[in-house]
């Protein structure tokens, strides 16, 4: 599939370009690395800020058509992954997958409850516990919305031959562990403010 942008028009759209946020070398050197090789790696940045700007605006547009914040469509979408999985939901599970606490997770679940889109019932086996699970109302929604676009992905990942999709899988991979926020490398408030 060709980009929707070319030459200059690329170069000047992409924010994400290296000698555009980085021209004093603070942050990447570039000493030895040949400028086409930078560029390229530009575009790469480019094609996965295009991709964010993708699924920001699919989460936009979901978010608005479901009345839901980011929060309430991850919890369906929990929801819906362990219920075609056969898991039950309860909001010890759902806490620990969103990371959130007890309370809030009371609070989510009065208010999807309230709007209609998830069931509360007693645990089969444990009768402290509640199950979970997102009203058919809800799953058919989602599945013909944000489960529609999203499943497109599909279609992108199988187009690549196996040997592709193994270095895209390996480079998502690596991104993600080099981007990945330690304890060390993350200013807390104080030392933020201090500059």
Same mark, same amino acid.
């Given at each position: 599939?060709?980009? @929707?942008?070319?030459? %200059?028009?690329? =170069?000047?759209?992409?924010?994400?370009?290296?000698?555009?946020?980085?021209?004093?070398? $603070?942050?990447?050197?570039?000493?030895? #690395?040949?400028?086409?090789?930078?560029?390229?790696?530009?575009?790469?940045? &480019?094609?996965?800020?295009?991709? $964010?700007? !993708?699924?920001?605006?699919?989460?936009?547009?979901?978010?608005?058509?479901?009345?839901?914040?980011?929060?309430?469509?991850? *919890?369906?979408?929990?929801?819906? #992954?362990? &219920?075609?999985?056969?898991?039950? /939901?309860?909001?010890?599970?759902? /806490?620990?997958?969103?990371?959130?606490?007890? /309370?809030?997770?009371?609070?989510?679940?009065?208010?999807?409850? $309230?709007? &209609?889109?998830?069931?509360?019932? *007693?645990?089969?086996? =444990?009768?402290? !516990?509640?199950?979970?699970?997102?009203?058919?109302?809800?799953?058919?929604?989602?599945?013909?919305?944000?489960?529609?676009?999203?499943? @497109?992905?599909?279609?992108?990942? +199988?187009?690549?031959?196996? +040997?592709?999709?193994?270095?895209?899988?390996?480079?998502?991979?690596?991104? +993600?562990?080099?981007?990945?926020?330690?304890? =060390?490398?993350?200013?807390?408030?104080? %030392? !933020?403010?201090?500059?």
């Amino acid at each position: 599939m060709q980009d @929707k942008f070319t030459g %200059e028009e690329q =170069d000047r759209s992409n924010v994400y370009d290296l000698d555009s946020n980085d021209p004093e070398q $603070r942050l990447v050197s570039r000493t030895g #690395v040949d400028p086409a090789q930078v560029q390229h790696i530009g575009m790469l940045m &480019g094609a996965l800020g295009r991709l $964010r700007d !993708a699924e920001q605006e699919l989460s936009d547009a979901s978010l608005k058509y479901m009345r839901l914040n980011e929060t309430d469509m991850r *919890a369906l979408h929990f929801l819906i #992954v362990a &219920g075609n999985r056969g898991d039950l /939901a309860t909001p010890g599970t759902i /806490a620990s997958h969103l990371k959130i606490s007890s /309370a809030s997770t009371t609070k989510l679940l009065d208010r999807l409850e $309230r709007a &209609g889109h998830i069931v509360r019932r *007693a645990h089969p086996t =444990d009768r402290r !516990a509640l199950a979970i699970s997102i009203t058919p109302e809800t799953h058919e929604a989602a599945m013909n919305t944000v489960g529609k676009q999203h499943a @497109k992905r599909f279609h992108a990942a +199988a187009r690549l031959t196996p +040997a592709e999709r193994d270095v895209v899988i390996r480079f998502l991979d690596d991104m +993600a562990s080099e981007i990945r926020i330690g304890s =060390d490398e993350w200013p807390n408030q104080d %030392e !933020a403010g201090a500059n």
